[in-house]
């Protein structure tokens, strides 16, 4: 069974194979008419420009952060210098996950319009299968990148360092996952809302005209901010999420790899999440061959359908795969663990993450009571639109902790820890499907706003119109999914610090951990200041340039004349005026609004990254493993409340907006675009944009990253066992020194040894209990190990 893992990277390869075919279908569609080329290609050099920009910097962190990583691996027993290389190679492919993304998108988004042109089946079918080039790229990019390194490390170079070291080693790769996640997200969270805020304000309410209008300077800028920040940040985020499970519960399933229960298969606990994961990338694969909607048709149920499918078929196929990679019933310490109690762990992440998706697009959704809420109390202006925002956002916090909570302690009870690391497993097992799913809708968006600027035919931006509305949705269940895998995440690497750290309780009466309880608790506070900072600074820049243009571009200001004259319907404007308008066609200086947004978001995206890197170093190398461990438990808990309130604030501020833009009756008098009431919910919005897309989701990361950074130096700061009652150091100079017993396990040579008692107990067919007790003695030398029978 041991080689299952050489069949792993096949998989990953599989999946990139499948990328490789949709992109080529998705380049063969036609672009459509030469202005529709012609944004196009301003959104893509846009998202491009802004990729190249934040790589370069990026990359000198990824250069500095690896050196840093060799000299800390080279000097530590439980660690290799080659820690720094799983850094660079995880960093390289989650970049090289955000650009395939990218790249797609800005090549779909055009097409899609196009086929908007024919039909609603054939936009959705173009879009969607942009959205799950993204989606199985971050997959296969995850799973061919771990099952790769655990091959050349535990099989080629790393034969005799032990699976401790081979997976302290590998545990580089997350954190270099982690580190472009955030600096993507929040890089691309600056960006878009940036752009967002100028081409709102401005566009929207001192022009008073509409967002997508090819007459608004910011609106390029805008639609590469969806790329930048809904595909390539969204797509690192998962990816981070898809991973750092993945490894926590490999560090986790180490524990096991000594017990005679596993046989033959020692590494089954450590191999089942890279099987389950690699596993969904087929699931996903054949999700997407359901993805179907007639004319006039719910696109949203067809990509339900294709959830529903591969969701199905990945429980059917979890039960196979851990009866095949676990022992029936085992036990450690006075744990017992039935490999039907781990499937039910997987079944409650599954659960949970679908839970959450379901109470966010409640209090988020279109037509919903809170939505209509804040509808309502737009009416008396901004300020009770802002306050009832706020207040819906607070209240929806409550269900999702309670799913999450209850998802913790069942997965606990079926499996102990492992069991809450493989609920994450479970959560993200079909992340390729999720994420085309949600990758979807830039993709729709972006159409939509092509459609508008090129001023094709209503019937078009009817049908993009169609298929934004179910991207909404999908965003907002793909923040809650988000938001749950990232706890779940972030609980699993924080138990597999505990275990690398060889911290067995945390104790909040000592000071130390009550001190990092509190640090922990206010830098999600702090981290979100930072990033909703950064985006006002921005937005200034942003709105600025866009006035100036408005108001020293003759070609502007004279059209916005006229569309104001005639309330956004040239249709009733004069010959004379119709053809002053058109000479405004293309003055709009796109580029330095482009430019403004990728300068300001690389500049501002530093301090908060710094922040999440450095603040668990520092507190885990002068505090202590216990001090970094109450960090750890205070950043986790207030970072998740405080990301599930901010996305589902800012969620249900924008579809309040975009409720009053279609038309709503409050009090028996309607209001719709352009009256006082629209004007308010525009500034809530507003202020809920950076809430939703720039700091709410790199919490998500911010507190995954921190878990990972502690992982990765949880060698350097572990607690000195030497007085455990469990485990003690023995200095044996030679194995042949010491006298085996019965069912001892010891290696072939026994410098540095290490002796470790482990007592089981279980229940015998006449209900008798036996207690067994075996002595393993671990060569940290050699890996060979030989099993006494006498």
Same mark, same amino acid.
């Not at 969270?189 to 566009?203: E, N, P």
């Not at 945390?506 to 608790?521: E, Q, S």
């Not at 990765?712 to 000195?720: D, F, K, L, T």
């Given at each position: 069974?041991?080689?299952?893992?050489?069949?792993?990277?096949?998989?990953?390869?599989?999946?990139?194979?499948?990328?490789?075919?949709?992109?080529?279908?998705?380049?063969?569609?036609?672009?459509?008419?030469?202005?529709?080329?012609?944004?196009?290609?301003?959104?893509?050099?846009?998202?491009?420009?802004?990729?190249?920009?934040?790589?370069?910097?990026?990359?000198?962190?990824?250069?500095?952060?690896?050196?840093?990583?060799?000299?800390?691996?080279?000097?530590?027993?439980?660690?290799?210098?080659?820690?720094?290389?799983? &850094?660079?190679? =995880? *960093?390289?492919?989650?970049? @090289?996950?955000?650009?395939? %993304?990218?790249? !797609?998108? /800005? +090549? $779909?988004?055009?097409?899609?319009?196009?086929?908007?042109?024919?039909?609603?089946?054939?936009?959705?079918?173009?879009?969607?299968?942009?959205?799950?080039?993204?989606?199985?790229?971050?997959?296969?990019?995850?799973?061919?990148?771990?099952?790769?390194?655990?091959?050349?490390?535990?099989?080629?170079?790393?034969?005799?360092?032990?699976?401790?070291?081979?997976?302290?080693?590998?545990?580089? &790769?997350?954190? =270099? *996952?982690?580190?472009?996640? @955030?600096?993507?997200?929040? %890089?691309?969270? !600056?960006? /878009? +809302? $940036?752009?967002?805020?100028?081409?709102?304000?401005?566009?929207?309410?001192?022009?008073?005209?509409?967002?997508?209008?090819?007459?608004?300077?910011?609106?390029?800028?805008?639609?590469?901010?969806?790329?930048?920040?809904?595909?390539?940040?969204?797509?690192?985020?998962?990816?981070?999420?898809?991973?750092?499970?993945?490894?926590?519960?490999?560090?986790?399933?180490?524990?096991?790899?000594?017990?005679?229960?596993?046989?033959?298969?020692?590494?089954?606990?450590?191999?089942?999440?890279?099987?389950?994961?690699?596993?969904?990338?087929?699931?996903?694969?054949?999700?997407?061959?359901?993805?179907?909607?007639?004319?006039?048709?719910?696109?949203?149920?067809?990509?339900?359908?294709?959830?529903?499918?591969?969701?199905?078929?990945?429980?059917?196929?979890?039960?196979?795969?851990?009866?095949?990679?676990?022992?029936?019933?085992?036990?450690?310490?006075?744990?017992?663990?039935?490999?039907?109690?781990?499937?039910?762990?997987?079944?409650?992440?599954?659960?949970?993450?679908?839970?959450?998706?379901?109470?966010?697009?409640?209090?988020?959704?279109?037509?919903?009571?809170?939505?209509?809420?804040?509808?309502?109390?737009?009416?008396?202006?901004?300020?009770?639109?802002?306050?009832?925002?706020?207040?819906?956002?607070?209240?929806?916090?409550?269900?999702?902790?309670?799913?999450?909570?209850?998802?913790?302690?069942?997965?606990?009870?079926?499996?102990?820890?492992?069991?809450?690391?493989?609920?994450?497993?479970?959560?993200?097992?079909?992340?390729?499907?999720?994420?085309?799913?949600?990758?979807?809708?830039?993709?729709?968006?972006?159409?939509?706003?092509?459609?508008?600027?090129?001023?094709?035919?209503?019937?078009?931006?009817?049908?993009?119109?169609?298929?934004?509305?179910?991207?909404?949705?999908?965003?907002?269940?793909?923040?809650?999914?988000?938001?749950?895998?990232?706890?779940?995440?972030?609980?699993?690497?924080?138990?597999?610090?505990?275990?690398?750290?060889?911290?067995?309780?945390?104790?909040?009466?000592?000071?130390?951990?009550?001190?990092?309880?509190?640090?922990?608790?206010?830098?999600?506070?702090?981290?979100?200041?930072?990033?909703?900072?950064?985006?006002?600074?921005?937005?200034?820049?942003?709105?600025?340039?866009?006035?100036?243009?408005?108001?020293?571009?003759?070609?502007?200001?004279?059209?916005?004349?006229?569309?104001?004259?005639?309330?956004?319907?040239?249709?009733?404007?004069?010959?004379?005026?119709?053809?002053?308008?058109?000479?405004?066609?293309?003055?709009?200086?796109?580029?330095?609004?482009?430019?403004?947004?990728?300068?300001?978001?690389?500049?501002?995206?530093?301090?908060?990254?710094?922040?999440?890197?450095?603040?668990?170093?520092?507190?885990?190398?002068?505090?202590?493993?216990?001090?970094?461990?109450?960090?750890?438990?205070?950043?986790?808990?207030?970072?998740?409340?405080?990301?599930?309130?901010?996305?589902?604030?800012?969620?249900?501020?924008?579809?309040?907006?975009?409720?009053?833009?279609?038309?709503?009756?409050?009090?028996?008098?309607?209001?719709?675009?352009?009256?006082?009431?629209?004007?308010?919910?525009?500034?809530?919005?507003?202020?809920?944009?950076?809430?939703?897309?720039?700091?709410?989701?790199?919490?998500?990361?911010?507190?995954?990253?921190?878990?990972?950074?502690?992982?990765?130096?949880?060698?350097?700061?572990?607690?000195?066992?030497?007085?455990?009652?469990?485990?003690?150091?023995?200095?044996?100079?030679?194995?042949?020194?010491?006298?085996?017993?019965?069912?001892?396990?010891?290696?072939?040579?026994?410098?540095?040894?290490?002796?470790?008692?482990?007592?089981?107990?279980?229940?015998?067919?006449?209900?008798?209990?036996?207690?067994?007790?075996?002595?393993?003695?671990?060569?940290?030398?050699?890996?060979?190990?030989?099993?006494?029978?006498?």
């Amino acid at each position: 069974m041991d080689n299952l893992i050489y069949f792993l990277p096949l998989l990953g390869i599989i999946g990139l194979i499948f990328t490789f075919f949709k992109t080529s279908w998705v380049n063969k569609q036609e672009v459509g008419t030469s202005k529709m080329r012609k944004i196009s290609t301003y959104i893509a050099n846009g998202a491009m420009s802004f990729l190249k920009a934040e790589y370069k910097i990026l990359a000198i962190f990824v250069a500095a952060v690896s050196v840093l990583l060799f000299f800390k691996g080279a000097n530590e027993e439980s660690s290799n210098a080659f820690v720094a290389f799983s &850094f660079i190679v =995880g *960093a390289f492919f989650s970049g @090289l996950a955000g650009y395939l %993304g990218m790249q !797609i998108a /800005t +090549k $779909a988004n055009v097409r899609t319009t196009n086929a908007a042109r024919t039909s609603l089946n054939k936009a959705l079918q173009v879009a969607f299968s942009g959205g799950a080039v993204m989606g199985l790229s971050v997959v296969s990019l995850g799973v061919l990148g771990l099952s790769l390194l655990f091959l050349i490390y535990h099989y080629i170079i790393g034969v005799d360092w032990g699976i401790a070291t081979v997976l302290n080693v590998i545990s580089g &790769f997350s954190l =270099g *996952a982690s580190s472009i996640a @955030l600096f993507a997200r929040v %890089g691309g969270g !600056i960006y /878009t +809302k $940036a752009a967002d805020v100028g081409a709102d304000l401005v566009g929207k309410v001192e022009a008073g005209i509409p967002e997508d209008h090819p007459l608004n300077p910011a609106t390029i800028a805008d639609n590469v901010g969806d790329n930048v920040g809904d595909v390539a940040g969204m797509g690192a985020d998962l990816f981070e999420s898809f991973v750092g499970s993945i490894i926590a519960t490999m560090v986790l399933g180490a524990s096991f790899v000594a017990l005679t229960e596993f046989g033959d298969f020692e590494l089954g606990a450590v191999l089942l999440p890279l099987a389950l994961a690699a596993v969904g990338i087929i699931t996903s694969i054949i999700g997407t061959f359901f993805v179907n909607a007639k004319e006039g048709s719910d696109p949203q149920k067809a990509l339900n359908m294709a959830e529903f499918i591969s969701a199905g078929i990945m429980i059917v196929a979890t039960y196979f795969i851990i009866d095949a990679f676990l022992p029936d019933v085992w036990t450690l310490g006075s744990k017992i663990y039935t490999s039907l109690g781990v499937f039910w762990a997987t079944i409650v992440g599954l659960i949970a993450g679908l839970g959450v998706g379901k109470i966010t697009e409640y209090y988020t959704g279109t037509g919903s009571k809170p939505v209509n809420s804040i509808v309502e109390k737009s009416v008396t202006g901004s300020a009770t639109n802002i306050i009832e925002g706020i207040s819906i956002g607070m209240q929806s916090t409550a269900i999702p902790i309670l799913i999450i909570a209850t998802s913790i302690l069942l997965a606990h009870y079926f499996a102990g820890l492992y069991g809450i690391a493989i609920a994450a497993v479970g959560m993200l097992a079909n992340t390729g499907i999720q994420l085309a799913v949600d990758a979807y809708g830039p993709i729709a968006d972006n159409a939509g706003g092509i459609a508008e600027m090129t001023e094709l035919e209503p019937e078009v931006r009817e049908r993009t119109d169609k298929l934004d509305a179910v991207g909404n949705t999908t965003a907002a269940i793909g923040k809650g999914f988000a938001i749950a895998s990232a706890a779940l995440t972030a609980l699993a690497l924080f138990a597999a610090f505990m275990q690398q750290a060889n911290i067995t309780s945390i104790d909040i009466a000592l000071p130390t951990v009550m001190a990092g309880l509190f640090v922990g608790g206010m830098l999600p506070f702090l981290f979100s200041s930072l990033s909703m900072g950064a985006v006002g600074e921005a937005a200034m820049e942003m709105i600025e340039e866009v006035r100036r243009q408005f108001k020293n571009i003759p070609e502007l200001k004279r059209a916005l004349e006229i569309m104001k004259k005639y309330d956004s319907n040239i249709s009733n404007a004069t010959e004379e005026e119709k053809a002053e308008f058109e000479k405004a066609d293309g003055k709009a200086e796109y580029d330095k609004c482009v430019d403004i947004a990728t300068k300001a978001s690389i500049k501002r995206m530093v301090l908060p990254g710094l922040l999440a890197i450095l603040t668990p170093t520092l507190v885990g190398y002068i505090g202590g493993a216990e001090m970094l461990g109450g960090l750890l438990a205070g950043v986790t808990v207030t970072g998740v409340l405080m990301a599930i309130f901010q996305s589902n604030s800012g969620g249900a501020w924008d579809n309040a907006k975009k409720t009053i833009e279609e038309g709503v009756i409050v009090n028996g008098i309607e209001y719709g675009k352009g009256s006082d009431v629209h004007k308010a919910s525009v500034v809530g919005d507003t202020v809920g944009d950076p809430f939703k897309d720039t700091s709410g989701p790199s919490l998500n990361i911010l507190l995954k990253l921190m878990s990972v950074v502690a992982l990765v130096i949880a060698p350097s700061i572990a607690m000195n066992l030497e007085n455990s009652e469990d485990i003690k150091k023995d200095k044996i100079e030679n194995v042949k020194n010491y006298t085996p017993k019965k069912n001892d396990i010891i290696t072939t040579k026994g410098r540095k040894s290490v002796t470790t008692t482990i007592t089981t107990t279980e229940i015998n067919d006449d209900g008798e209990t036996i207690t067994t007790t075996k002595t393993v003695v671990k060569d940290k030398g050699e890996n060979k190990k030989l099993k006494i029978k006498k």
